[in-house]
């Protein structure tokens, strides 16, 4: 179900979701393997599959998704936004020997119901997840339907 706020005439359904890798440490995601956001921490809508990794939009309209990425020293992370198996936005990270790097992605696309996104490793990655500091997060909300 896909809650409804009012303002003026416009009725915008609440749609957003926030997933973060489930594991405590880093994992290994090979070249054009999609990245599975396993630990959700709000889905409303239900759009996000943790099972797939990917958002499948409920309402059509404006959406932003971001990633914040990190990565452990001496190591990659190649992640890309993909909108229906095209690339929106890539970036490609190398951590500093002996550190721990993060850095995000954000992008809006304007989706029709059904549009699917997701992330996706566009080189051999090394993404980090650590509670307590370095947090490997996928989100997304719509803006505008």
Known sequence: MVNVYVSGDLKTPTIQ????????????????????????EVNEGQG??????????????????AVHYC??????????????GKSLLRSYHYGSEGQY?????????????????WVRSTGTSYFHHDDSHWSTQFSGVLIRA
């Open 17 to 40: 979701f926030s997933a973060l890798l489930a594991s405590h440490g880093s994992i290994n995601v090979n070249t054009g393997q999609d990245v599975v956001f396993t630990r959700v």
């Open 48 to 65: 996000y599959d943790k099972g797939t990794g990917k958002f499948t939009a409920s309402a059509s309209g404006l959406y932003n998704f």
């Open 71 to 84: 990565t452990q020293g001496g190591k990659y992370v190649a992640p890309e936004i993909v909108h229906n």
């Open 101 to 117: 790097q993060c850095s995000s992605l954000q992008a809006n696309v304007e989706m029709i119901m059904g549009d699917m996104v």
